[in-house]
């Protein structure tokens, strides 16, 4: 349950007891920060739309509304919801992490219809457990369309995806958690870094243009460059949401989340040939 203590300023993050005082059945007053001096949520006034648009700006300040001073309850809809379309991207061997593994791992033609591997000149040499899982990356040729074989591949991918998700958000808030122990600040609760998260992860959506209009035809390189502008505005906004969530210091901060990114890709490109065998 949300304490009413746990309010902060949208403009310096500063703890605040309320967003408002009400005098009498209509009349509001907004509370002011006795850190900053300004209004402590000037978001409570605004249109959700304009709240939206600020948010995709990456504005920290929109971010604290909802983290802080909302209720938003609907966060874990959105982070299924979110998983299901991160999902759909890797299962249709179209996304920056299909792109990077077909590239590295040499898989020329997967048999699907999208063709995302960047014709390089220079040759990976991986190491041996490495290769193994590379291997488990290839679509078996399969030329009868077998939706089942399809549908189980889906299941696969959404459970690789998920692990890789657990993966970055406990790689995150451990690392984080363990830096809090050095300096003087409250916890952050499970739940608040799920809200974050989601939030955060709404930057997945502009992956949908690609995933809808690409086709058969859209050269490789176009898609890479597409899915590597999102990921990297992605990686903005999920800065952002930790500098808010945990406000550790800027480097830190970067670090934890470029580790946590890599872990995070790295468990999903080693979950799916594992289940992948185990299934077989
Ligand atoms: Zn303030």
Not at 98 to 103: A, D, L, R, S
Request: with cysteine; proline share 3%; hydrophobic share 45%.
């Amino acid at each position: 349950m949300e304490n009413k203590c746990e309010y902060k300023c949208v403009n310096c993050g500063k703890a605040a007891g309320a967003l408002y005082k009400t005098y009498g059945p209509s009349v509001l007053k907004l509370t002011k920060c006795e850190n900053c001096k300004g209004i402590v949520d000037k978001y409570l006034e605004y249109d959700p739309v304009i709240v939206m648009i600020d948010l995709v700006l990456m504005s920290k300040e929109a971010q604290r509304h909802i983290i802080y001073n909302t209720d938003f309850k609907l966060y874990w809809k959105l982070f299924i919801i979110l998983i299901m379309l991160e999902t759909f991207g890797v299962w249709r061997n179209d996304s920056l992490l299909n792109i990077v593994i077909n590239t590295v791992c040499d898989i020329q033609n997967n048999n699907t219809v999208n063709t995302t591997y960047l014709n390089l000149s220079y040759k990976f040499d991986l190491p041996e457990p490495w290769r193994t899982d590379c291997r488990g990356w290839v679509h078996r040729e399969n030329h009868d369309v077998d939706l089942f074989i399809w549908e189980k591949d889906f299941y696969i991918q959404c459970i690789s995806t998920f692990t890789g998700i657990v993966v970055f958000i406990s790689t995150v808030h451990i690392l984080m958690s363990l830096m809090k122990i050095c300096t003087v600040q409250s916890d952050v609760s499970i739940t608040r870094v799920l809200k974050a998260f989601s939030l955060a992860n709404m930057s997945l959506l502009f992956t949908l243009p690609m995933l809808v209009w690409g086709t058969a035809d859209t050269p490789p390189e176009t898609r890479a460059i597409h899915y590597l502008l999102v990921f990297l505005y992605s990686f903005v906004v999920f800065y952002n949401a930790f500098i808010v969530l945990y406000e550790s210091p800027k480097i830190l901060t970067l670090l934890v989340l470029a580790a946590s990114s890599i872990a995070k890709y790295q468990a999903t490109f080693h979950v799916t040939p594992f289940i992948r065998r185990l299934l077989s």
